[in-house]
């Protein structure tokens, strides 16, 4: 099992042969394993890795990463991957882009774009009703939301509401290339989120 944390820089494009392939750019500096869970204990296994630093860290967090028994930095981004066993992982280990390889597949995960309170037009797609031919202005309306029995709207129903800023997964991402001077790992396609957006790269076993 192999992951690291990096920032979205934005999307590139790679030619190999004849082929032009559209990538998205990934810096991902030097990660350190800041806990090790275990069935045992926690209910499941899971390996917490940091990366950046903060100016100021409270000293909850201070205790949570002086845990990893080195004088890391203050991190300020965590991540918390989810492991077959933990066998293979210490505290304070050092983690960056040399684990991976080109050509290795592996999955993408980060917050989309906050869109704020949307309509159901632009969250769920609906067409909407006609503009013309004598139709009320209302055209972006969701319609009919309920029914005469039994009186309530049901769950689940597709409705206006917060849109954007939740955790989207990409799978199946190639890695055409890897710059591990400057710590860059270009992939495949597109990446949820704008620019300098967080994104946690796992390997697909």
Same mark, same amino acid.
């Given at each position: 099992m192999k992951f690291i944390i990096g920032k979205k820089v934005g999307m590139s494009r790679v030619f190999k042969g004849d082929k032009m392939i559209p990538v998205t750019l990934v810096m991902a500096d030097k990660c350190y394993v800041a806990q090790i869970k275990t #069935? /045992?204990?926690d209910g499941?296994?899971?390996v917490q890795i940091g990366t950046g630093r903060k100016r100021k860290i409270t000293k909850p967090e201070r205790g949570h990463i002086d845990k990893a028994g080195k004088n890391l930095e203050n991190? +300020?981004?965590?991540? /918390?991957?989810?492991?077959?066993? %933990?066998?293979?992982? +210490?505290?304070?280990q050092e983690?960056?882009? !040399?684990i991976f390889s080109e050509g290795e597949?592996? +999955? #993408?995960?980060?917050?989309?774009?906050?869109?704020?309170? %949307?309509?159901?037009v +632009?969250?769920?797609?609906? !067409?909407?009703?006609?503009? %013309?031919?004598?139709?009320?202005?209302? /055209?972006?309306?969701?319609?009919?939301?309920g029914a005469a029995f039994p /009186?309530?709207?049901f769950k689940g129903i597709k409705m206006?509401?917060?849109h954007g800023n939740s955790k989207v997964t990409v799978k199946n991402l190639e890695i055409v290339e890897l710059d591990k001077d400057r710590n860059i790992i270009a992939l495949k396609g597109s990446l949820p989120g704008a620019r300098n957006n967080l994104i946690g790269i796992t390997s697909i076993s």
């Open positions: #069935a /045992e204990k499941y296994n899971a991190l +300020k981004n965590i991540f /918390e991957f989810r492991v077959d066993k %933990t066998d293979d992982f +210490k505290l304070g983690i960056d882009v !040399s597949i592996v +999955k #993408a995960s980060g917050l989309s774009k906050g869109k704020g309170f %949307t309509g159901v +632009k969250r769920h797609g609906f !067409s909407g009703a006609p503009a %013309t031919h004598g139709h009320r202005h209302d /055209e972006r309306a969701p319609g009919s939301i /009186e309530h709207v206006a509401g917060r």
